[in-house]
């Protein structure tokens, strides 16, 4: 069966660190894979895209590395700040149907 | 930047009673809305991918009977849970790709948080 997983329910680091998350999927032939930032109670804000003929994008502060091989995509924030506290969710989209299907999501705690 | 509006942000009624939320795209088409619901400390479940001027397709396990979607122009479209049940209550988010110009990213409401008595 189709499954996109991200890693923890929660994700702890001190401010000024790199936040590594992860998104892996199984049974899935994805066109392009996205991130998208949550905060509670409101709606999803896009942050990055990546097809899946590229291997890494970058964004000021964010990468989005993308491995069709391991089924795995890796999204990091360096140079932490409490204000990247949010839930960050993976979105897949499919080949094909072009439906974006998310991932569980990872919250995470930027410490001050 | 694209702008989705979604209404109402709240909503409390009792059960069996109907709720229409509605989205807007403010300032641009969209051909194609996703309406996705979303329990606490869980992620977006699929409902139903909504393209204007057509029935909408339903996820499997979604009753198309029970949560009325309608996309009658580009920027906006209806979701109707009729004789709402405490089972309902639920956090319904719609999204909206554009229909050119702004990629494949997908813009989202901010949510109607549904609480059925």
Redesign the interface.
């Known amino acids: 069966s189709q499954k996109i997983e991200q890693n923890s329910e929660a994700l702890n680091i001190q401010e000024g660190k790199t936040a590594t998350l992860t998104c892996n999927y199984t049974n899935y032939s994805p066109a392009y894979l996205q991130w998208y930032r949550q905060d509670p109670g409101r709606g999803p804000v896009f942050l990055l895209l990546i097809r899946e003929n590229e291997k890494e994008k970058r964004k000021e502060r964010l990468k989005v590395t993308f491995d069709t091989t391991l089924k795995q995509s890796l999204f990091h924030i360096t140079a932490s700040q409490p204000a990247d506290s949010a839930t960050y969710l993976c979105a897949l989209v499919s080949s094909g149907t072009y439906k974006y299907i998310f991932g569980t999501g990872t919250r995470l705690k930027v410490l001050a | 930047g694209a702008v ?1 509006s ?1 209404h109402p942000s709240r909503v409390i009624c009792k059960s069996g009673t109907s709720v229409k939320i509605e989205c807007r795209s403010l300032d641009f088409q969209a051909t194609t809305m ?1 309406w ?1 619901r979303q329990f606490p ?4 479940m ?1 409902m139903a ?1 909504s393209n204007e001027g057509s029935k909408a397709t339903y996820e499997q396990g979604v009753e198309k009977d029970k949560f009325l979607i309608n996309h009658a122009s580009l920027t906006l479209s209806t979701l109707t849970v009729t004789s709402a049940h405490p089972e309902d209550s639920s ?1 319904y ?1 719609c ?1 909206a790709r554009p229909w050119k110009g702004l ?9 109607t ?1 549904l609480s059925v008595l």
Request: charged content about 15%; aromatic content about 22%.
């Open positions: 989705v979604q996703f996705y400390k869980q992620s977006l699929l991918t956090f988010i999204s990629g494949e990213k997908l813009f989202f409401g901010s949510g948080q």
